[in-house]
């Protein structure tokens, strides 16, 4: 059998795959293909109803996004939402007017009192803008007028896993696309040679909380849409490095094998899926190339290592994994999703939230003023927050100068930059003891719908049938928060 | 001149553009006029017609879930769309016969944005053939029949066939019928080498033996066929490749899920149903065990051990959570297993609302629920590390297992000498009322139920109790609709690809239909009439000349045919990451066959436990440890299952998390499992010890290369694949005899032990068998 299709009389009537079988051949056609119309070879189960229409769907503000995840949920009460009126009640007891038979965990639901806990750190005004920030976070204090400071966060969650995969997927069940993956599959990718989802993860010395790879899954997405974990260390990828004895020109010239023994099978065989295997393993090359390159950090300038300190040069920190970010960011890397595990503080919060502090402060600010100085900020959106909020009495022992804080879902802080977000605006409100929100609640819906209105995504279009329901990052609900974008 | 150039230029561009403009617009919505223009059916069906387009464009607003419902009026009711319509007394939304007389006729015909329906901001829209569907079969008498997947199947009679010759059994009737009405040919048996090593994998999940190939000869009898199938139905590889599907379905794992994801023992019952499906246990028993095997009147261990499957959902360690939120996640869970693994019908929308397609009310769901809801189970009382220090490993209750027991009851269970093993099981100890959930929260209790099932699949008989053992029962009814052809539809998938519903999990209204439906119901009623035996099943499926075509793609079948829906011929599909590497392990003869016991780790890339723990030694899973020796090469299916972090060689290759049942993996083709077979020690181990196996067999082995390929590929090279090879073979062992590659290194990959062979050579060849370990017909079931 040949290896060329016959060519049907009409062009106008074959399929698609016959289309781009026809156009030319082997694997420029598929490149051709998503080039032209990302993911077209995604259309799912169902071509004619059911997928994403002439997207974007309109003007994107941004083109990518940077998740800095502060897993394990920092406390608001020491970071961005201040409330001086706690110092004057230390000690006090939480009202039930104010609890409101809010649900508590485990962990605080048995205690006999709820006394209120100041902040363990003084609170400063920045820039033009006025934004109190804490003396936890003096770098990011430096580029309040380039953030957007979001106080009205809330969630349903009051545990961690549950509350992650809330934030990660839009549901608190697991088995649903991460945002990340959705990006994907909305907006294809960027970059041939680089996932279009990535992870990195770090530590602090913080109490914390386990990740799960279902975090960055693609649930029922085509798995090309799930997040690719980036790994501190010689082998980033798994089984990226060919072993000991194969070269580069060694394993080209094995996969030239391969290759050509394919070919001899399509022929054959005559199925398609062939010509995607070698277009995969040829793209699985040329990763070995790009994904160590754009990892290697050995080019940046002292500036640059200065800017985001020292540690930067130290695989597998939070601040080596920000300005892999950028780097990344700069490769077309759709979706960045970092993770800082350590921000779980039950006890001990004033020396665990110092330190974990210092891990994430000088380069989450340095990520933005680089992207700034690059010219990317304005179309890269930077996200910094955990999954829930904490308390803002004192679990356990009341003792000022080691005390925890429990979770809490009804009023947490986050911050936004880039990416079309309103520079320099505090949104939202909440009551003098920073337990309810009193203005401008954002659920995590509404954040999701506006994150993919920045991207240029109709979240209620965006949708993906999977056992006969069209599904969503926002499920059923959420509201683009137009107030926050510029 | 110049000016001429760039007119044709200009011109062909434009034609490119226009060409690729219309076919794009065509991808993303259709133009009316190709819609238009298709030949409507004869007969209007309204399950095959007509449901799919209410269902996709009007039940939302007009259709079961009453909270939802706008003008009163539902159209998935026969009744209530001949009824008058509430606003418009005098009107009637479809009056049969008479489509101008219709309301639905005009309101989705109007170009008024007022009237139109489905209206414009709910983004569905009607195109003009679907337009005419509704149209005519109003005219032909608007006919509502029950969903097609809640009529119990009947067998009818076999179709007849313009020619017969192929025909070898029931199925080839149904299937040569829709070829003939498609006017198609059905494809030519597959040449032997392919049928063996089709048949061997579907059903052992192994490369066959030379033995096999050797009886079947060149040209097999239906006899020799049948021997061959009975005799890989009867080793005991066949249990563990049907366990290993199940525990997908069974949400199977080694560890508890959620944050901590500590150390669970559940393993014995992954022996118990290695054994079930080895002594070909009745699909019937099969689950009736499983569900109720505490309840029965005989019930022994054997019975308790197997209802493990009602508690192998995730259990969460985290400290602080609320137990009775908890404890209605797992049986919520139960309930969404039981709907998705044995009915192949998606309740969890139901655990919130009323199901929006499947008239399954919220109700339905609670009383489902019910059944699932009265275990005295606790939740983990201990965190992770407090579990790891007491050697803590199951929530109550479970049931003891000590070695003596498995050597003789329970002698499946592959209990080395020591302590004895918890597992956890399913009980009924303490009655709890249950109430619907409000928008399914577990704190906000509504209206009291009783247990019972939705009454539109199949109402529950009064005589039975209402209990697990009922529910069992009326599953396993033979009047039940659904569940002998949800696992015939399984298990014609795991032999096609896909199922004759495609959507193997959802059987509702929202799910595909199936392309042969006589087909399948004639195989469910003749599984049902054959004591839901297995075995019997799948070599009737086997026995078909349907299963046993050529896998090749015609370019007549590639145009009329490309997804095979027609069953023109037999799939090509890639293995499933289990299957890949029990392939490795075979050919290379490092596969260890022991069946069952406690889960095993293999080579996995170090630290990745390590990279995402919950930090510290929060329970006994933080840190992977390898094991050594044979337990490198046992079967995929004892892998050791941590839910959090699965293995990367399994996950790669579409294994789902076991967060949740899952019947159905997707068959992806990416850039990571092309590393992941250059790479993976395991494969790179195998290759070269295939190597040296091959050369220490002689001084100096006369066809080195054409022995890996057939060990490898179960079939002879074709003379430019040997030549391809043997030149990659030669110039690589000059490279390296030359000095100018080291083979030293990697040959040294893997633990398994060093036979004393030339370096050189182990190279080269290892280095030929990773090729052909990477092809795409290697990991490709054809």
């Known amino acids: ?486 | 001149m110049k000016m001429k150039w760039t007119g044709i230029i200009i011109a062909v561009l434009t034609l490119l553009t226009a060409v690729l403009f219309f076919y794009i617009a065509g991808d993303f919505m259709g133009p009316e006029d190709s819609y238009a223009a298709r030949k409507l059916p004869e007969k209007v069906d309204y399950n095959f017609h007509i449901k799919p387009i209410l269902s996709d464009n009007c039940y939302t607003c007009h259709g079961p879930d009453a909270n939802k419902r706008r003008a009163g009026l539902r159209l998935d009711l026969e009744q209530e769309a001949f009824g008058e319509l509430e606003d418009h007394p005098g009107s009637f939304a479809i009056v049969p016969g008479n489509p101008k007389k219709s309301e639905v006729y005009h309101r989705i015909y109007t170009e008024d944005k007022n009237e139109m329906m489905p209206p414009p901001d709910s983004r569905r829209a009607l195109n003009a053939y679907e337009k005419k569907l509704i149209e005519k079969w109003i005219k032909q008498g608007a006919r509502f029949e029950r969903h097609w997947a809640f009529i119990p199947p009947k067998k009818e009679e076999l179709p007849v066939t313009a020619t017969s010759g192929w025909i070898q059994n029931e199925i080839d009737a149904f299937v040569l019928k829709k070829l003939e009405d498609n006017h198609l040919h059905p494809s030519e048996k597959a040449a032997v080498s392919t049928l063996v090593r089709r048949i061997s994998l579907d059903l052992t999940g192994l490369p066959p033996g030379r033995k096999e190939l050797q009886k079947l000869g060149k040209d097999p009898t239906e006899e020799t066929l049948s021997g061959v199938i009975d005799e890989f139905l009867s080793s005991p590889a066949y249990g563990e490749r049907m366990t290993q599907a199940w525990l997908d379905v069974a949400r199977y794992a080694d560890s508890h899920g959620y944050q901590d994801d500590s150390y669970r023992t559940m393993w014995p019952w992954r022996d118990w149903v290695i054994h079930a499906f080895n002594s070909n246990m009745g699909y019937d028993r099969f689950l009736t065990w499983q569900l109720a095997g505490d309840l029965l009147p005989e019930a022994g261990k054997e019975q308790i051990l197997a209802t493990g499957f009602n508690r192998n959902h995730p259990i969460t360690q985290e400290g602080g959570v609320i137990q009775e939120e908890y404890q209605s996640a797992y049986v919520v869970d139960r309930t969404n297993t039981f709907g998705k693994a044995i009915l192949g019908i998606t309740l969890e929308c139901a655990k919130c609302h009323d199901h929006k397609y499947d008239a399954i009310s919220q109700k339905n769901y609670y009383e489902l629920y019910s059944f699932f809801n009265n275990v005295d189970e606790k939740g983990l009382q201990m965190d992770a590390v407090q579990a790891a220090e007491r050697s803590f490993f199951a929530d109550p209750p479970y049931i003891t297992i000590t070695a003596s027991e498995a050597k003789g009851l329970l002698s499946f269970v592959q209990l080395e000498e020591g302590p004895p093993v918890k597992v956890m099981v399913m009980n009924d100890s303490m009655p709890r009322e249950t109430h619907v959930l409000n928008r399914g929260n577990y704190d906000d209790p509504g209206e009291k139920v009783q247990p019972g099932t939705p009454e539109r699949i199949f109402p529950f008989p009064d005589s039975l109790p209402k209990n697990r053992v009922g529910l069992a029962k009326w599953v396993t009814d033979r009047n039940n609709p659904l569940t002998s052809r949800v696992i015939v539809n399984r298990i014609w998938g795991m032999l096609f690809g896909k199922g004759l519903v495609s959507t193997s999990e959802d059987f509702g209204v929202q799910g595909s239909l199936p392309t042969h439906p006589a087909l399948l119901d004639w195989l469910s009623v003749d599984f049902m009439e054959n004591g839901w035996d297995l075995k019997y099943l799948l070599k009737k499926i086997m026995m078909s000349a349907t299963y046993q075509q050529r896998s090749e793609l015609t370019p007549e079948l590639k145009l009329a045919d490309p997804e095979n829906n027609l069953l023109g011929r037999a799939p090509r599909f890639r293995m499933n990451g289990e299957m890949i590497r029990d392939y490795v392990l075979a050919t290379s003869g490092l596969l260890n066959r022991e069946i069952g016991g406690a889960s095993v780790k293999p080579y996995q890339p170090p630290g990745l436990w390590e990279e995402t723990n919950a930090g510290g030694n929060r329970g006994i899973l933080t840190t992977y440890v390898p094991d050594t020796g044979d337990k490198l090469y046992r079967r995929s299916l004892y892998t050791f299952w941590k839910r959090t972090l699965p293995p990367p060689n399994m996950t790669i290759f579409d294994a789902p998390t076991r967060d949740f049942s899952e019947v159905r993996r997707q068959k992806t083709n990416t850039p990571l499992q092309a590393l992941a077979l250059q790479n993976d020690i395991q494969v790179l181990e195998a290759a070269r010890v295939l190597a040296q196996r091959i050369l220490a067999k002689g001084p100096d082995p006369r066809e080195p290369v054409r022995e890996v390929f057939e060990t490898i590929l179960v079939r002879s090279p074709g003379k430019e694949e040997l030549s391809t090879l043997n030149r990659y073979y030669h110039d690589a062992l000059e490279d390296f005899q030359n000095g100018l590659r080291n083979a030293d290194n990697l040959v040294a990959i893997g633990e398994y032990e060093q036979l004393d062979t030339d370096p050189s050579k182990t190279a080269a060849l290892m280095l030929t068998a990773q090729i052909i370990y990477n092809l795409d017909e290697t990991i490709t079931r054809e």
């Open chain 1, 1 to 486: 059998m040949e290896n060329k299709q016959q060519a049907p009389d009409n062009p106008l009537k074959v399929n698609r795959r016959h289309f781009f079988s026809q156009l030319s051949v082997g694997i420029g056609s598929l490149a051709l293909g998503s080039l032209l119309i990302p993911d077209l070879f995604d259309r799912g189960k169902d071509p004619v109803r059911g997928n994403p229409i002439g997207i974007p769907h309109f003007a994107p503000r941004a083109k990518r996004i940077i998740y800095l995840f502060q897993a394990g949920a920092p406390s608001q009460l020491e970071s961005f939402d201040y409330k001086p009126s706690l110092l004057t009640r230390m000690g006090e007891d939480l009202p039930d007017s104010i609890r409101k038979g809010q649900r508590l965990t485990g962990m605080t639901s048995g205690q006999e009192s709820f006394p209120l806990m100041p902040p363990a750190i003084g609170f400063k005004q920045y820039g033009q803008s006025g934004a109190w920030v804490s003396d936890y976070f003096p770098h990011i204090a430096r580029i309040v007028d380039d953030i957007c400071i979001v106080k009205s966060m809330h969630t349903e969650a009051i545990n961690h896993d549950p509350a992650i995969t809330f934030f990660q997927t839009g549901s608190q069940v697991s088995g649903r696309p991460s945002m990340g993956s959705w990006l994907s599959y909305g907006l294809g990718n960027e970059n041939k040679n680089l996932p279009s989802f990535v992870v990195l993860t770090s530590r602090g010395e913080g109490n914390s909380q386990g990740l799960y790879s279902k975090l960055w899954s693609s649930g029922f997405l085509d798995s090309k849409h799930q997040g690719v974990l980036l790994r501190a260390g010689k082998n980033p990828v798994l089984y990226l490095n060919d072993p000991d004895g194969v070269s580069r020109s060694d394993k080209r010239h094995l996969l030239d094998q391969v290759s050509s023994l394919n070919k001899l099978h399509l022929a054959e065989t005559g199925d398609d899926e062939i010509e995607s295997r070698i277009a995969q393993y040829e793209m699985a090359y040329r990763m070995q190339m790009s994904v160590p390159d754009v990892m290697d950090i050995s080019r940046e300038p002292e500036a640059i290592i200065k800017l985001y300190g020292e540690d930067c040069q130290v695989p597998g920190t939070y601040a080596a994994n920000a300005l892999q970010a950028r780097r990344l960011a700069e490769n077309g890397v759709r979706f960045i999703q970092l993770y800082h595990q350590g921000w779980d503080q039950h006890g001990n919060l004033p020396n665990e939230m110092s330190a974990q502090a210092r891990d994430v402060d000088q380069a989450s600010a340095a990520l933005i003023i680089d992207l700034k100085q690059r010219g990317m900020l304005d179309d890269t959106l930077v996200i910094w927050g955990g999954e829930f909020g904490r308390t803002n009495y004192c679990q356990g022992k009341f003792d000022p100068a080691n005390y925890g804080r429990d979770h809490h879902p009804r009023a947490f802080s986050i911050w936004m930059a880039g990416g079309g977000v309103k520079p320099g605006l505090s949104y939202g409100l909440t009551d003098e003891f920073g337990y309810n929100i009193l203005e401008n609640p954002v659920h995590i819906n509404d954040f999701h719908a506006t994150l993919m209105y920045a991207m240029g995504l109709d979240h209620e279009r965006l949708t993906y049938k999977y056992q006969g329901r069209r599904f969503r990052l926002t499920d059923v609900a959420g509201n683009v928060i137009k107030e926050l974008l510029a």
